[in-house]
């Protein structure tokens, strides 16, 4: 600990305006959250970072893996208050955090209170020898911390009135459902065709209903649910496509499709350059067949040779050997761009006007309307038992996104 990091009073003025920003911004609107941010001292569970970075709203990174990708760290205040929002802890829940660090769970036992339980798993030990440290030294030594795979909960204290998953899921596993006690909510960051959104799903009659999400951002889940994207590489410059486990993409029919002549279609919808177009790709993914994502090197991009909006991450279609994704052009206004599309291949003019057209068709249905709704049914649930919508297989589960 810094030796600033031993004044708890100048600590407890960083912890409170740290708190009081999040109040401002409207990311905490629950004042028990609120109770909760203003009594638990991050700076304990982040001790090699100095006191002001401790409170400062960005996440402290606390391991990579040996290819650097980061693999565990103590998340972003703005994402963690965004996700005990969605929670909706009560005082006496028994709750369960998948995907440890010791911040949350000290956070989420100030909310159940003393009649309540949390339990905190991770599947690194140094992460759970770390955690069960701070957590003691924060005042929270009855929080119960368990070195396992998160995949499998943690039957012993189960069943839960809350799952809180902290790390990226791609599947919504067996032993959470099972665990979770009837009426109970999971909130975890899903990734669902290429953007992983904090979801809260509440448990209705065996099957689980989404009631909010949110974009965000979270370390991969390890073990026996790790599932990474696919990444399909059609040209040099790093042109990629990125699907799921449950796509394929014919590689060698895309060979050779960027040198082909473009088709181009625009759909006059504008954006303002700065609002996400998530939503949009939301949409896409949920009705164009052969929806995958392309990614480019900053290279292919400076060439020309691609150029896709947004440029780290388009929404694009393939058919056999025609690709065809979202771009955008300048509008007179500055702040605002047009969508459209740009296609190569034998059927690139068809494929650019299904994107515009399907661009045109969220403009004017869904653009300001409310959220899709996703629905999680076991795996073995036919078709005609779904609701309708778009229907995504995962390992254990089918994923259905249902727009309003
Ligand atoms: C973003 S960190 C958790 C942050 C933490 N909740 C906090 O209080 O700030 C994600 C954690 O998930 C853990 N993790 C990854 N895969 C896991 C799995 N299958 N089961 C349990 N934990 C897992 C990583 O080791 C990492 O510590």
Redesign the pocket.
């Known amino acids: 600990m810094t030796a600033a990091g031993n004044d708890p009073r100048y600590a407890a003025r960083l912890r409170s305006a740290l708190t009081d920003l999040l109040v401002t911004q409207g990311v905490i609107r629950d004042e028990r959250v609120e109770a909760a941010f203003r009594a638990v001292p991050r700076h304990v569970f982040v001790p090699l970072v100095p006191l002001e970075s401790a409170y400062t709203d960005d996440v402290v990174l606390m391991k990579r893996d040996e290819a650097g990708v980061a693999?565990?760290?103590?998340?972003q205040p703005t994402v963690?208050a965004m996700m005990l929002e969605q929670a909706d802890i009560r005082p006496g829940h028994r709750v369960l955090?998948?995907?440890?660090?010791?911040?949350?769970?000290a956070l989420l036992k100030e909310l159940v209170g003393p009649d309540g339980s949390v339990t905190t798993?991770?599947?690194?030990p140094d992460?759970v020898d770390r955690a069960r440290v701070s957590l003691a030294e924060a005042g929270y030594p009855e929080v119960r911390v368990v070195w396992t795979?998160?995949?499998f909960g943690s039957p012993e204290s189960a069943p839960y009135d809350r799952i809180v998953v902290?790390?990226t899921a791609w599947d919504i596993a067996p032993a959470w459902i099972d665990q979770l006690s009837a009426n109970g909510r999971i909130v975890v960051p899903l990734r669902v065709r290429g953007q992983t959104r904090s979801i809260a799903f509440d448990l209705e009659n065996g099957f689980l209903r989404s009631r909010s999400m949110t974009l965000c951002g979270?370390?991969n889940?390890?073990?026996a649910?790790a599932n990474f994207e696919r990444v399909v590489p059609i040209h040099g410059d790093k042109v990629e496509l990125s699907i799921d486990e449950d796509q394929s993409i014919d590689a060698a029919a895309l060979d050779g499709v960027l040198r082909q002549p473009r088709a181009r279609a625009w759909s006059a919808v504008l954006m303002n350059r700065e609002e996400p177009v998530s939503d949009l790709d939301l949409w896409l993914a949920s009705t164009l067949p052969g929806y995958c994502v392309l990614t480019a090197g900053r290279s292919a991009r400076k060439k020309g040779l691609v150029s896709p909006t947004p440029r780290w991450g388009a929404s694009a279609i393939v058919a056999g050997g025609t690709l065809a994704y979202v771009t955008s052009r300048a509008t007179a206004d500055p702040d605002f761009v047009e969508l459209g599309a740009i296609g190569h291949g034998p059927d690139a003019a068809d494929l650019v006007e299904r994107l515009t057209a399907q661009i045109q068709f969220w403009h004017h249905h869904h653009r300001h309307g409310p959220e899709p709704v996703l629905t999680i049914h076991p795996a073995t649930t036919p078709t005609a038992e779904l609701p309708a919508g778009h229907h995504i297989p995962n390992r254990h589960t089918r994923t259905t996104i249902t727009w309003p």
Do not use: K, L, R, W
Request: aromatic letters at 6%.
């Open positions: 693999i565990s760290s103590v998340s963690v955090e998948i995907g440890s660090g010791g911040y949350n769970a798993i991770d599947i690194d992460v795979d998160g995949e902290t790390v979270f370390v889940m390890q073990g649910g």
